[in-house]
């Protein structure tokens, strides 16, 4: 059975890159779409982008300049960067598969942006 | 691009049956037929309910039910029980993206 594990810093300081890493396991990194997902406080989720296992890669425009994701199938592991943070990128960061829908989601893990 | 438009709360009474509508645009629910609805308990991660408008993933119960016409997407659930109560988020595919819904906040009576 496939799971997701996110890591990495739970705090950030201002105007630094937030790096997570959701690990896969039970299963192989191919064939599939890898999402992140993200989720403010007492707020609604928001879709920051995926990689595919080919490399190839999208992002919500409006957080585009600022996001990159990559794949290490060698780890079975891809990753989360955001750049120049602010408190508004505070939020429960998830990982998600997706093949014809997203039917295996990380626990998430908390991401907060302070000094 | 815009979230998709969903009510902020709904309520219904235990057997009852609720539907939540989602309302997008031309360029995403209804240029596409990848709309899911994610249900999400506090303090869990969201988990899908329908996928594809109306198809359900195994385990889920057949009281959940997905429909669409032109922009709007809605899930139907049937003889609501107490532990439908939850939040629920649409989701639909565009231009190779993936947009949400801003959630709706179920309350079982």
């Known amino acids: 059975q496939v799971q997701l594990q996110e890591s990495g810093p739970g705090l950030v300081k201002p105007s630094e890159t937030l790096s997570l890493t959701c690990t896969v396991s039970g299963g192989s990194i191919t064939n599939y779409f890898w999402n992140w997902i993200r989720q403010p406080p007492g707020q609604g989720l928001e879709w920051i982008g995926y990689?595919?296992?080919?490399?190839?890669?999208s992002y919500n425009p409006s957080l585009q300049s600022r996001v990159t994701i990559l794949l290490d199938t060698s780890k079975n592991h891809f990753s989360l960067r955001l750049s120049s943070v602010t408190a508004a990128d505070t939020a429960v960061y998830y990982c998600?598969?997706?093949?014809?829908?997203?039917?295996?989601w990380g626990k998430g893990t908390t991401v907060t942006v302070s000094s | 691009q815009s979230a998709l438009t969903q009510p902020a709360s709904v309520s219904g009474s235990p057997g009852q049956s609720i539907t939540i509508s989602c309302t997008g645009t031309?360029?995403?629910?209804?240029?596409?037929?990848?709309v899911s609805w994610h249900q999400q308990h506090p303090g869990k991660a969201p988990k899908v309910m329908i996928y594809?408008?109306?198809h359900r993933p195994s385990g889920v119960s057949n009281r959940f039910s997905g429909s669409k016409s032109g922009n709007t997407a809605s899930l139907t659930i049937s003889g609501l029980q107490a532990e439908d109560e939850a939040d629920y988020y649409c989701s639909s595919y565009t231009r190779s993206t993936v947009v949400f819904g801003g959630g709706t906040k179920l309350t079982v009576l």
């Open positions: 998600a598969r997706r093949g014809y829908y997203m039917d295996v």
């Open positions: 990689i595919y296992h080919s490399g190839s890669t």
């Open positions: 031309s360029s995403d629910v209804d240029a596409y037929n990848y």
């Open positions: 594809d408008v109306s």
